[in-house]
């Protein structure tokens, strides 16, 4: 079945600089991979997602990149802000499947 | 429109008990995901949904374990002698058809904890 790897674990950054984290999956079927940002106690919210068809993605702050043939994705956020502080998901499904795999998470800090 | 909606939003158990966990998806959704996430873990996929049928019960441990959705009303975990590792979060998620191609909604997640 589709695994999902995700690096770093925690990330550490001073605010304004940018935060980089990596995602790798197994099953190259894989189409849609999403990202959540889940803050302390709350639930997970989608934030940004793409689809294999596309290399690249922008919202404002938030881009994701994918490269098939590695078969990773990431997420990039620019000029981080205190309120970007929370745990990030990335995750993977494939086409017709009925579930969506998750990464371990990557706990981000952003320090004022 | 309400969104995902859970409850309880904590819910304590004495080993040994059981418990009941409740999902009412978005209105118009028919499919159901549910998902638990350890302390300080990803979220680990449980069951799939739809009214009245199970469709991949996968990642659900084969004994304690049950989930339902039916005609009406909400989706019910129930975990039947609860021990300690089943202290976490329970979220789930639904959508209006199967298919895991889009992003989730997420309600707000039942914390359960067993002392």
């Known amino acids: 079945g589709e695994n999902v790897e995700q690096h770093p674990s925690t990330l550490s950054v001073q605010e304004g600089d940018s935060a980089v984290i990596k995602c790798t999956y197994s099953?190259?079927?894989?189409?849609?991979f999403p990202w959540y940002k889940q803050e302390l106690g709350k639930r997970p919210q989608l934030i940004i997602d793409?689809?294999?068809?596309?290399g690249e993605k922008k919202d404002q702050r938030i881009a994701v990149t994918l490269n098939k043939t590695a078969k990773h994705f990431s997420l990039h956020i620019t000029e981080t802000q205190p309120e970007d502080s929370a745990v990030y998901f990335c995750?993977?499904?494939?086409?017709?499947?009925?579930?969506?795999?998750f990464g371990a998470g990557t706990r981000l800090f952003v320090k004022a | 429109n309400a969104g995902v909606m859970q409850n309880p939003r904590h819910l304590v158990r004495r080993r040994g008990q059981e418990a009941r966990l409740r999902c009412s998806p978005m209105?118009?959704?028919?499919?159901v995901y549910w998902y638990r996430q350890l302390p300080e873990e990803g979220l680990k996929f449980m069951v799939y949904?739809?009214?009245?049928?199970?469709?991949?019960e996968s990642g659900m441990p084969k004994e304690r374990f049950s989930a339902e959705f039916p005609k009406e009303g909400p989706s019910i975990l129930r975990i039947q002698q609860v021990v300690r590792g089943d202290s976490a979060a329970y979220f789930c998620?639904?959508?209006?058809?199967?298919?895991?191609?889009?992003?989730?909604?997420f309600g707000s997640g039942t914390r359960l904890t067993v002392v």
């Open positions: 949904l739809q009214k009245e049928n199970i469709i991949d």
């Open positions: 995750a993977a499904s494939i086409p017709g499947g009925f579930k969506t795999i």
């Open positions: 793409i689809r294999s068809n596309v």
């Open positions: 998620a639904s959508s209006p058809t199967g298919g895991a191609n889009y992003g989730y909604t």
């Open positions: 209105k118009g959704h028919s499919h």
């Open positions: 099953d190259s079927a894989s189409n849609y």
